[in-house]
């Protein structure tokens, strides 16, 4: 098998195995030469070399197989291990996962017996546990997460469009633009928008502006992000990249990276960022 098992393959392979343990059929074991084994279809696994004489082990039942001395065994394996009586005494199978055991070849990891029914007993309270946290039935959870993931979606967009706001309205409550070097600039601090957010923020002053040189520096997090914008009819003489790198610099970062209009940088702490606005305001003044 050249890729990972898909979660409908290992259902699959769930549910065939436990068909052939429903069939509660003897275990046979039987020692004969490597060649017969073959001959009778017994796999040998992971390339493993073998004397005269090999432990051929049967189990299964499955008609037109061609594998075995009657051609209608399930699974016929040359192998040392310790099996039980019949397939029924294993009980149940329940697959967890797969992976790669060498090349080609994948190893599929599973439970029988008392600990697969532990293991599914407490699945099952599990599942009972969240659907009475979300009052709802047991096979009501799936939709109901999916719903309340949709609901958290559009929350999380509503929050950005509010912080977007309350940022911007900060042009109303003492903060202004500046003209530097015959240079329309903004820069502001704030404390808990997200980095993610500030490109966003970026374009909304450029649209104000019209033409013009904007830095933002958000706290949030714990760590600084420095986003610099520029409008493009500035861009042939002024960069972005080099404004955000200038404020990184005060606040203990290194670098910054993105395009002449639009660059973003981190920094250490927001302890220095009006030091960090005012190196940006001396870039400019040339």
Same mark, same amino acid.
Not at 23 to 40: G, W
Not at 82 to 104: E, K
Not at 179 to 192: E, H, T
């Given at each position: 098998?050249?890729?990972a098992v898909?979660?409908?393959?290992l259902?699959? #392979? ?8 429903? +069939?509660?059929?003897? #275990? ?7 060649d ?6 017994a +796999?040998?696994?992971?390339?493993e070399?073998?004397?005269n004489? #090999?432990? #051929?082990?049967s189990m ?5 197989s061609?594998?075995?001395?009657g ?26 996962s797969?992976?790669a055991?060498?090349?080609?070849v ?6 029988t ?7 599914? @007993? ?8 969240a ?9 009501e959870?799936?939709? @109901?997460?999916?719903a309340?993931?949709?609901e958290?979606?559009?929350m999380?967009s509503?929050?950005?469009?509010l912080?977007? +706001? ?6 109303n409550?003492? %903060? ?11 820069? +502001?601090? %704030?404390a808990?928008?997200?980095?993610k ?12 502006l ?6 933002l ?5 714990g760590?600084a ?14 960069s972005?990249v080099?404004l955000?790198?200038t ?18 940088a981190?920094?250490?702490s ?7 606005l005012?190196a940006?305001r001396k870039?400019?003044?040339g």
């Amino acid at each position: 098998h050249s890729k990972a098992v898909s979660s409908s393959e290992l259902v699959r #392979v769930e549910k065939d195995v436990n068909k052939y343990i429903r +069939q509660n059929t003897q #275990v046979e074991t039987r020692i004969m030469s490597p060649d017969k084994a073959r001959d009778l279809g017994a +796999q040998a696994l992971f390339g493993e070399k073998y004397g005269n004489e #090999v432990r #051929v082990v049967s189990m299964g039942r499955e008609e037109g197989s061609a594998k075995g001395i009657g051609g209608s065994a399930y699974s016929l394996e040359l192998c040392g291990g310790t099996h039980v009586d019949r397939t029924g005494d294993i009980g149940v199978f329940v697959a967890l996962s797969d992976s790669a055991s060498s090349s080609g070849v994948r190893r599929i990891e599973a439970l029988t017996g008392q600990a697969a029914q532990n293991y599914l @007993r407490n699945q099952g309270n599990i599942l009972a546990d969240a659907a009475f946290s979300l009052k709802v039935s047991s096979d009501e959870v799936p939709t @109901r997460i999916k719903a309340l993931q949709e609901e958290r979606k559009l929350m999380q967009s509503e929050i950005a469009e509010l912080r977007k +706001q309350v940022a911007m309205n900060g042009t109303n409550v003492g %903060l202004h633009d500046e003209s530097i070097n015959g240079v329309a600039f903004f820069g +502001q601090i %704030l404390a808990d928008v997200p980095g993610k957010d500030l490109r966003g923020l970026i374009d909304e002053h450029k649209k104000r502006l019209g033409s013009g040189v904007i830095v933002l520096i958000s706290g949030a997090g714990g760590k600084a992000t420095i986003a610099a914008g520029v409008t493009n009819d500035l861009t042939d003489s002024l960069s972005a990249v080099d404004l955000a790198r200038t404020a990184a610099e005060m606040l203990g970062g290194k670098g910054g990276g993105g395009r002449p209009d639009m660059a973003q940088a981190g920094g250490q702490s927001v302890k220095n960022s009006e030091a960090a606005l005012d190196a940006v305001r001396k870039n400019l003044e040339g």
